[in-house]
DNA sequence: GGCCACTATGACAACGTTGTCCCCCAGCGG
DNA sequence: CCGCTGGGGGACAACGTTGTCATAGTGGCC
């Protein structure tokens, strides 16, 4: 700005002046100042505007799992998009589920003064972030609840879609129904699990600790689960999937099997509808959460003080084919 | 920081000397400073010691067509991953195919001082990122190349693998092979329609206008089209698809077909295998892209300043039955 | 001519840091 | 007692902006 200035042979408030539309530059000094931010590619300095005028930086942090996975790449577009109409621009990040790239990911986003932050949480410690958030910094956690502070939360209904999707396989004469689960220190496969078990005994037919696994899950510890659920003493007839990663791996495993169990699986995901059979899933929107969890932040940074919330969004079983297969 | 060398009774320098880890201050004393630190919440602004020092900001800004997009969130990933190795944050935004919007993403970017710009171009001018080429800033085009500047750029070998994909159709028999690409602005789609009209030469089945359908394509427009490929004169016996989309498309319009033509699509997907029949496709690693573009970038930040470079990434054929069916 | 109003412009401080340079004082040798 | 040394610490400027206030010039009115 310092050489806009002196090309143009004005003062450097001058120019700012013309950056900035402000009133009262004369026509022909705004062309001479216009003319010399061409001629030398001047642009402002965002980091030092914001920085004097101590306003927001026109930034909000996303913390995730993984960005590479469908379901939250599908939340990234969606906070991407209201964070543009709102004209903030987004930094964000993938934890990869440890909680300590989750924390430094944080940290450093406040650092960087990110007007908010939006977080799936990866741990459940989330005190370090009790300082930033008394200084004013409000923060969303989206898919899953923090673990030890009180704040705005957007979840999904993962009780009741699992409990719908017990309920459904019953409701086709299944009655041993297996429940394959991430780890159970990830709060959905928890909820997903609690769902389960209360499906069960809703639909009268017991819980039974064998029927269900929990992860971590890769490709071939579901296979050998499958195996060992398919050549029990009472072999399970249906399966419910904990999320889209496992439903993938159960579909693999299945892969050519002619007897196969009924499943569901928790998480929508492309393709489903042209698989044989189409697979019957728990569908969530991913955009409607990381809509959801958006506007909240955005009406916190409009000033919106009420005590936090905890938004819970339905779930919806779509039938396709492979949880309509009759035990 | 003022506040908490006021509450430590020291100089805000001293302050400083122990955010920074600085040699020259009594342990004593750094422990009165951590505890104010503590105590007030303090974080450093990274703005403001970005600016004093006239370093680095530590971001890179990323701009490409749709995270959504199971293929750019792939690219995504992989530059986060990297640019976390190189302790950066990534800034990321989606242009959605519009020129103007890449525009004012890649300056809005530069104005918030990024080391570098990582860019799917979705226009043909790129001559508005001149002035910040030459006041440093690296630049690196990847998925397609720029439209008047040199500079760094990663592609994937769209015509040889459009070729293949042909030669490998013919292979079996086929001689009306038809192409449905995505817009021909777009340069993927063009090179990709470049290497199905050379595949058909080299075939020596000949070139035939009727057999292309470029878009931009949405699901109807290809049923549309796969009606008429199949109602025509001498039909189409196998098609070549320009983009996972697209590829998405077409099974969709053939999903419950007795009759289906032979496919091999462009760019894989996640489920092709388990489909059926299963999906030929001509595979490119987005994870591949995304670390050449970035590793390019960190040469240039480590000093490169050899020309620029263009980079081709190899495709290959993954045979898996849909594109293996006789005429 | 004196005064006012108004327009165009500039000087300067400040945002929150850090680099540079300087000062104070204890300890030590002569 | 003096001077020197070195460790610990502070004052101040500067990074690139913008907000505040001041100032110079111009034209109009009495």
Chains 1, 2 share one sequence.
Do not use: W
């Not at 927001?56 to 379901?71: A, H, Q, R, Y």
């Not at 929107?285 to 905890?310: I, Y």
């Amino acid at each position: 700005m310092n050489d806009v200035a002196r090309l143009a042979g004005v003062s450097i408030k001058t120019v700012s002046r013309v950056v900035n539309d402000e009133p009262g530059v004369h026509p022909s000094t705004a062309e001479r100042v216009l003319a010399a931010i061409d001629q030398l590619g001047f642009r402002r300095n965002l980091s030092a505007r914001n920085l004097r005028r101590g306003s927001s930086t026109g930034t909000i942090g996303l913390v995730l799992e993984d960005v590479g996975n469908p379901f939250y790449s599908g939340v990234t577009r969606a906070v991407e998009e209201i964070a543009r109409l709102r004209g903030r621009q987004v930094i964000s990040g993938s934890s990869d589920e440890d909680p300590g790239r989750e924390r430094e990911l944080a940290l450093e986003f406040c650092s960087r003064r990110v007007d908010g932050l939006l977080i799936v949480p990866a741990g459940l410690q989330h005190s370090y972030l009790v300082p930033e958030m008394r200084a004013g910094t409000p923060v969303v956690f989206l898919d899953r609840p923090a673990g030890d502070v009180v704040a705005d939360t957007v979840l999904v209904d993962n009780i009741g879609g699992t409990v719908e999707a017990v309920t459904h396989l019953a409701s086709h004469g299944h009655r041993r129904i297996a429940f394959l689960g991430d780890a159970p220190d990830i709060f959905t496969a928890n909820e997903r699990l609690r769902g389960y078990r209360e499906g069960c005994v809703r639909a009268g037919i017991g819980y039974h600790e064998e029927l269900v696994a929990m992860g971590p899950h890769d490709e071939s510890s579901v296979a050998t689960t499958l195996q060992r659920l398919q050549t029990m003493r009472e072999p399970a007839t249906a399966i419910v999937a904990g999320n889209n990663r496992i439903t993938v791996y159960i579909l693999r495993a299945l892969a050519g099997v002619a007897e196969r169990p009924a499943l569901v699986g928790f998480d929508d995901f492309e393709l489903a509808d042209l698989l044989s059979p189409p697979v019957t899933v728990i569908a969530h929107d991913a955009s409607a959460l990381g809509k959801a969890a958006t506007d909240l932040l955005f009406a916190r940074l409009d000033g919106d003080n009420s005590p936090p919330r905890r938004v819970v969004l339905p779930v919806r079983l779509v039938p396709r084919g492979s949880g309509e297969v009759h035990a």
